[in-house]
């Protein structure tokens, strides 16, 4: 039983520097890999969530995602709604976007933003709809999230 | 019990030095330069430097039987260098060192291996991660930073913090600065601290969803990157982390000689002490050659030494390999191990095979940030400006 213990040791050592030199020389498709096998996606509290509607103005376009009310366990309380506009260099001076978050056909509020000075005015139509929370310029056009309460 | 070796021992042959460095600059010449010398003067003259360097402390591990001493060196230069490229990086690729909302928003923020405590229990329930970085591609992506952590915890279980963590360099080269401590007692029940602080933000991290070390505590964001102070909150968040920064990082280490914010504070170190279970490399001590001179105690960075562990002839689970107390041992009592095997048994061998494995992860992990940092140092001399 030491024997094979050491062995064992000796054997698992060896293997030490092999792992090694996997890690770096595979560590793109280790990556890959690791991935799709385990099927891990950025939380949607920081990507926005999928995008569930695309509305075409012409010279840019609207990415409604779909609201956010993940939490660890169920559902949370309060949530958001980002909506993106883009290509930067497509956009007006103001954007005007009637949104309805949640699919059923009406809107649910209303939101103007300044893409000079990145102000926001909020107008609300559904009581679930709270407050603006971020106004943010990308690289590649503008982003807002608005706060929402659960049904 | 069989040993191979005399009581106190010596480095290896200057013939067996010299093959067995050998191996290593082949792997090393193949590994740093991918295939292809870079056109560039400045990268040509990074790449033989970060070759010569790298080879040149391995050989002298090798020659001289000595391990701390030399780590020391290169791990503490990685620490270096990655704040010098790093910073540069993040100066040309935003302007400044600080995180704008939009790089949060478009998932750009480069991920670091200290996140990951924090991001397991919410993978494990919700199949996300709680970061805004990106997960393939880009710089420092999270799937790679995982890949890393994998790899490192099978090959060197904690050993990971003393050869591979690039933040913990600095606190091992400030650790060396006074050749004595001022601060010489300190009550070895503060490395259960790091648990707390582990068990504390994997919980409120899962809690909140949001990677709160990184957010509160982190003090590396000192020497990388950290918000744009624009509220009271970040405000009180810039105050903790750089007043953590200044006293674990800097002032601690240098008064006391120990890596303190290794040892008192780091989660993800803690988890390395837990999962470094699975990894066959240890450090163990000849309890029959052992005098309890109690020098190891003395100069071990973690605490991971105490007179129970030399009752026991183990270390403490927070050892990280570093091999101070094995290069101070005047008894050469303390030795590399591998598990299953004899105690003391053929310690030069063990010795090797964990040398390999730590210095080639050491090595490899940093070569392309070493030798970015060597151009952007080389451009600053030549043109006065370490960016594009």
Known sequence: MPKIRSIAGYMWAGAAIIIVLATFFGSGFFSRTLVAASGVKISPLYSGGEVMRSVDHGSYKALIHRPVFDALIGESKEGFVQVNWEPLAGLPPVIEEPVDYNGDGKEDFSIRIDTKTGKATLTRINPLVLSVINTVKLDNGWVVRVQLKKD | ?388
């Not at chain 2, 010489?184 to 602080?197: E, G, Q, S």
């Open chain 2, 1 to 388: 019990m069989k040993t191979d070796t005399p009581q106190v021992p010596r480095g290896e042959g200057l013939g067996r030095t010299i093959i067995l460095t050998a191996i290593t600059a082949v792997i090393t010449a193949v590994m740093f330069s991918q295939g292809k010398i870079p056109q560039d003067p400045k990268g040509a003259i990074a790449l033989i430097l970060t070759f010569l360097f790298a080879n040149t402390l391995f050989f002298l591990i090798i020659y001289t039987g000595k391990t701390d001493r030399y780590r020391a060196v290169y791990f503490s230069t990685f620490a270096v260098m990655l704040i010098v490229s790093f910073i540069s990086h993040m100066l040309e690729a935003r302007g400044s060192m600080s995180l704008s909302e939009a790089k949060v928003f478009q998932c750009e923020v480069p991920f670091c291996h200290l996140v990951i405590p924090m991001t397991l229990v919410p993978i494990a329930l919700t199949k996300t991660i709680i970061f805004p970085g990106s997960l393939i591609g880009g710089y420092a992506s999270i799937a790679s930073m995982f890949v890393l952590w994998i790899g490192a915890t099978l090959a060197l279980g904690r050993g990971f913090c003393s050869w591979s963590c690039f933040y913990g360099g600095l606190d091992d080269g400030f650790s060396r600065v006074l050749k004595r401590p001022v601060i010489k007692k300190i009550n070895p029940k503060w490395i259960y601290l790091p648990f707390a602080v582990l068990l504390f933000v994997a919980l409120t991290a899962a809690a909140y969803l949001s990677p709160t070390y990184c957010i509160w505590f982190c003090p590396f964001k000192a020497v990388t990157e950290f918000n744009a102070v624009t509220s009271t909150e970040i405000l009180i968040q810039t105050i903790i982390f750089v007043s953590l920064f200044i006293g674990l990082v800097i002032v601690l280490p240098v008064l006391t000689k120990r890596r303190t914010q290794c040892a008192f504070l780091c989660p993800f170190g803690a988890m390395q002490s837990l999962t470094n279970k699975i990894n066959v490399f240890d450090v163990r001590i000849d309890k029959e050659k052992c005098v309890k001179c109690k020098r190891c105690i003395q100069v071990c960075p973690t605490l991971s030494m105490s007179e129970e562990s030399l009752e026991q002839g183990r270390t403490r689970i927070t050892c990280m390999k570093c091999g101070k107390c094995i290069d101070s041992c005047p008894k050469g009592a303390i030795s590399y191990h591998i598990k299953g095997t004899d105690i003391p048994g053929k310690r030069n061998t063990y010795r090797l095979l964990f040398l390999f494995a730590a210095f080639l992860f050491l090595a490899i992990f940093s070569s392309h940030i070493i030798q970015d940092g060597i151009v952007r140092i080389l451009k600053l001399v030549t043109t006065g400006s370490m960016i594009s």
